[in-house]
């Protein structure tokens, strides 16, 4: 059976297929360890985010649906709705991770159980917060509402001296906006003395002085239920159940970024002793191989090799030599290709002068095809050198369009812009003017928009983008911003005939322009598939415009315009998706609209050149040798 070479190398493939078998599994394994535990990593990101948005949803709720009255109506707040829905997916989270088999891998099991009690602390705590702003009420709602009616009750009775319910209403208020003891101190020290009033006057008679008496009393029971749910609340001055919320979701923010880190580190611990059993595994199966190829190469290969130096001695010979090397054939195989080897010398040997002849005819038309192609090397570098040239002019044309950045400095002293074109051309554009509109007003007009694609086709998009934009301005007395919008839409359509042309291409602008009152700072958004973050110290406000590309559309729809009031210190924020959308780091992943706004938060404070050499660099440390995905532009205007 051993006599036949085509079972020794059966015998030897099975015993290396069996070999590279056990890598592949091992290979297998790995990878199936390796997704799980970045599939924890990715679920704990995930969950961090979740707890970061509940926090924004809650101070939503705060300051916007606790200061209307259809929540005192209804008891129902869209913001705590989704708080609640995003604090189970939160717990979902964590127990999804604690219950995972690969979790002591990345040794956080204590500190996600620690998390997930945070996490019933911030829900219990809310919970009483929004119970306790309940029972607080606003304006005719809860105990301020009965507050007033008492207050309204008194003012009613014509004897009793005006200026005195006027005085305590002052308290009340003061107190209200201030939440300061003494405020308070003063409504209880005038409550009591004009008790004191009512009780000496004799002016009023004893029905009425017993109906003061009640509603006064009233009035400053409902005045201290106020005062106990205020201090309880604490939430202008950062104590009482507020503070206790702060300090928990600061404490979770802690935790998280503790967890994330010591995964991250636990995570490439684990690969790195992986990968080392792994290799010593590999090493291990190598050396067998190469072992048990030595004793195969031993037992057949000798009579191969002395075949093979005849060979080479017969080439050598310039296929003339007849004589070769005694070989004893171990094999069948090898005996048949021996016999055949003498056999076919011979016949070489007879058409080596045919074939000299056909080599000669084949070398002379090889060289007439290599002067052919060199000659159409040279044909396509000047057509390349000319397309080059013609993208650079594009360039300079396009360049020539936008503002400058001496007309955008003059019109926002404190400014930036970071425009990074993927190709010699760029889809992405910005777009500044200055006017009086016929009211009379004072108006900086601000867009930054994104061109279907991006190098030629998207910089002829922006190109139409910017020449219609300075046509819509002066020629149709613009008010508002979604009128802007609406004019360019119809321009853009109208240009590239999408209405009516049934095989167009639905080229587009996505596009968020925002118009600023120069003299009572008012801004007003529009946007086309874009927003715009106002940052506020750290709180960022995000004016979202509508889901509605400039063309490509048939049927005819608006846009519409939300507004904000700027303070002085104001930092505004337009970009494309070219930025966030970028991959990098050390999964090869997006940048993400997160990342970037954090990035921005943390530096809002430094001067405008600092925050785009930081946005600088931090894009070229995250794409690192990636080649850049997109088209790239943001603008930063400090108010």
Known sequence: ???????????????????????????????????????????????????????????????????????????????????????????????????SSDINVLEINEELIHVNNLIDSFQNITSQI?????????KDYGNTGMMREHAHNIENIKSFPLEYILMLRRNEKDYIIREESKYSDSFIKNHAKYMLFISNSSSLGAETKSYLTEEMEKYIFHFRQLVFYTQKIGDKSNSGLFKKLNQTTSAIQTKFNQINSKAEQSKKNFFSRLR????????????????????????????????????????????TKKKMHTIETTTLEIEKLVSNYKALKNEII??????????????NEINSQNKMLKRQKNEAELINKNIITGLTYAKYIQGSLLPS?????????????????????????????RFINIEGEDLSVVAVADATGHGVSGALMSMLGITFLNDITPRTNIQHASEVLTNLRKAITDTLNQKENKNRINNGIDIGLFVINNRTLRLEFAGANRFV????????????????????????????????????????YLFTDGYADQFGGVDNRKFMKSQLKSLLIENCNQKPEKQKQVLEETLEQWKGKIEQTDDILIIGIKI
């Open 1 to 99: 059976m051993l006599k036949s070479l085509k079972n020794k190398l059966i015998i030897s493939f099975a015993a290396i297929t069996s070999l590279s078998f056990i890598v592949i599994i091992g290979n297998e394994l790995y990878n199936n360890r390796k997704n799980n535990i970045d599939k924890i990593v990715s679920e704990l990101n995930q969950a961090h985010i979740h707890h970061l948005n509940t926090v924004n949803l809650f101070r939503d709720f705060m300051f916007i649906d606790a200061q209307k009255n259809e929540y005192y109506e209804t008891k129902k707040s869209i913001n705590l709705q989704a708080q609640d829905s995003l604090l189970k997916q939160t717990k979902l989270s964590v127990q999804s991770i604690l219950s």
């Open 130 to 138: 929004s119970n306790l702003i309940v029972l607080k009420g606003f």
């Open 276 to 319: 080392l059993y792994y290799l010593i595994l590999l090493l291990i199966i190598i050396t067998l191989s190469l072992v048990a190829g030595y004793i195969l190469a031993v037992k057949i290969t000798k009579p191969i090799s002395l075949l093979s130096e005849s060979m080479n001695d017969f080439v050598k010979s310039n296929f």
């Open 350 to 363: 007879d058409k080596i002068e045919n074939f000299k002849e056909k080599v000669e005819e084949r070398t």
């Open 405 to 433: 950045i001496e007309f955008f400095t003059e019109l926002f002293p404190e400014s930036f812009i970071l425009h990074q074109a993927k190709d010699i051309v760029s889809g992405d554009f910005y777009w500044a003017k």
């Open 533 to 572: 973050w106002v940052i506020r110290g750290e709180e960022v406000f995000e004016l979202k415009g509508d889901n509605l590309p400039i063309g490509g559309y048939e049927t005819e729809k608006f846009y519409n315009d939300f507004e904000l009031q700027l303070k002085k210190g104001d930092n505004i």
